[in-house]
């Protein structure tokens, strides 16, 4: 099973600031790397798929990048509605599996 | 306006089975792999189940802590997918989602409310 490990556990972070999220995965997942954002009480939300291409109606300040063993997640400026759990998942292998998540709160 | 719905959730003893349901709108549900994901309270996500379409023979994945004891299934007709769930543990209490899975040529997938399973005596 590949393991994906995501940092920070918690991101603190103003408004307008940039937010920059990392996963690991324990072996190579090549780009099928996805990002969730989660608010509590409701279901999780695709942002980023393949790495780098974002979901529909998902805004610009969101950007994915990496490949292989080493993603980032990027939001450029920080919205209200951006404060959230983050959680990457890969869909390379079976199992697919999820990081632990990263909570961005606002500082 | 594409719509998952679950349903089947509740309180269940140890040891015992419960069936929980799918049902999607507003789009072509055979079209569609589906997955089952869920989220025990206060923790992150688990990927639990995965069927594929029929032309791939509605072939399924589980992960290994539901392997033997979880089946996933669908009816394309009714355009349901199902979980059945036996022998539960205390630590299946979850929210089960269930969502479609992305096509290559999609920009995104979609995702029901969630349905709460408690395993408890």
């Known amino acids: 099973e590949i393991v994906m490990t995501q940092s920070p556990a918690t991101l603190s972070v103003s408004p307008g600031e940039r937010a920059t999220l990392s996963c690991r995965a324990s072996?190579?997942?090549?780009?099928?790397l996805g990002w969730y954002q989660q608010i509590p009480g409701q279901a999780p939300r695709l942002l980023i798929f393949?790495?780098?291409t974002r979901a529909t109606g998902i805004p610009a300040r969101f950007s994915g990048s990496g490949s292989g063993t080493e993603f980032t997640l990027t939001i450029s400026s920080l919205q209200s509605e951006d404060f959230a759990i983050y959680y990457c998942?890969?869909?390379?292998?079976?199992?697919?599996?999820f990081g632990q998540g990263t909570k961005v709160e606002i500082k | 306006e594409v719509q998952l719905v679950e349903s089947g959730g509740g309180l269940v003893q140890p040891g015992r089975s419960l069936r929980l349901s799918c049902t999607g709108s507003?789009?072509?549900?055979?079209?569609?792999?589906m997955s089952w994901v869920r989220q025990a309270p206060g923790k992150g996500l688990e990927w639990v189940s995965f069927?594929?379409?029929?032309?791939?023979?509605?072939?399924?994945e589980y992960a290994a802590s539901v392997k033997d004891r979880f089946t996933i299934s669908r009816d394309d007709s009714k355009s349901i997918a199902y979980l059945q769930m036996n022998s539960l543990k205390i630590e299946d209490t979850a929210v089960y989602y269930c969502?479609?899975?992305?096509?290559?040529?999609?920009?995104?997938?979609?995702w029901g409310q969630g349905t709460l399973v408690t395993v408890s005596s």
């Open positions: 072996q190579s997942v090549s780009i099928n």
């Open positions: 507003g789009f072509t549900f055979g079209d569609y792999a």
């Open positions: 393949g790495a780098s």
């Open positions: 998942q890969q869909y390379n292998n079976w199992p697919r599996t």
């Open positions: 969502k479609t899975d992305r096509r290559t040529e999609d920009f995104r997938d979609h």
């Open positions: 069927i594929r379409t029929k032309p791939y023979g509605e072939t399924r």
